[in-house]
């Protein structure tokens, strides 16, 4: 049964209906709020109150008859009137920004390119760490299965710069700075 932190997917669990979901929420694709659009007698849900609850990893989750879903895989639901794709991007990073703007399908592949840094990152960026045994940074990127060294720099800027500018070239549209 799935908890809080481990929502229902499309897979291998099926969303509600599409009639469903519009009949439950009303959705606000310039605010990314999803809201209830009736009162719900004898659960506290209360029409216009917001659809979601954060859960461990900051996406916001919602209990739709009785299962746990992903707001952001409801809310393509809801928008487009058919099932998300597997994995959906948010193009800002900000796991609770559900405009529709800021929605995007992805493979894994694309998804893990716009993470974030790494809670054991030290040197702040994304792609950068530091070279102990030539004291320097090295800068690297992850292409095809492959890592790509960058090159070695004197500061943790310069080498973010070079990631930077690898995962434009390699990761185009998926390719995110972090500093």
């Not at 209830?36 to 979601?52: E, Y």
């Not at 800027?157 to 390719?175: P, Q, T, V």
Request: aromatic fraction near 12%; proline fraction near 6%; include cysteine.
């Amino acid at each position: 049964m799935a908890t809080p932190t481990q929502p229902y997917n499309s897979y291998p669990f099926k969303l509600p209906s599409v009639e469903r979901v519009r009949e439950l929420f009303d959705y606000d694709p310039l605010t990314g709020l999803l809201v209830r659009a009736k009162t719900v007698r004898g659960r506290g849900s209360i029409a216009g109150s917001r659809v979601g609850t954060p859960n461990n990893c900051g996406h916001l989750v919602c209990r739709i008859d009785y299962r746990i879903f992903y707001v952001h895989r409801i809310i393509w639901l809801h928008f487009y009137g058919e099932p998300p794709p597997q994995l959906i991007d948010h193009i800002n990073g900000v796991r609770n920004d559900n405009r529709i703007s800021n929605l995007r399908p992805a493979d894994f592949t694309g998804n893990s390119r716009n993470r974030g840094i790494q809670r054991n990152n030290t040197t702040g960026f994304k792609g950068v760490h530091f070279s102990k045994a030539d004291g320097k940074f090295k800068s690297a990127i992850k292409v095809g299965g492959q890592r790509l060294h960058l090159g070695f720099f004197d500061t943790a800027e310069a080498a973010s710069s070079a990631y930077a500018a690898a995962s434009k070239r390699y990761h185009r549209e998926y390719s995110r700075e972090h500093k």
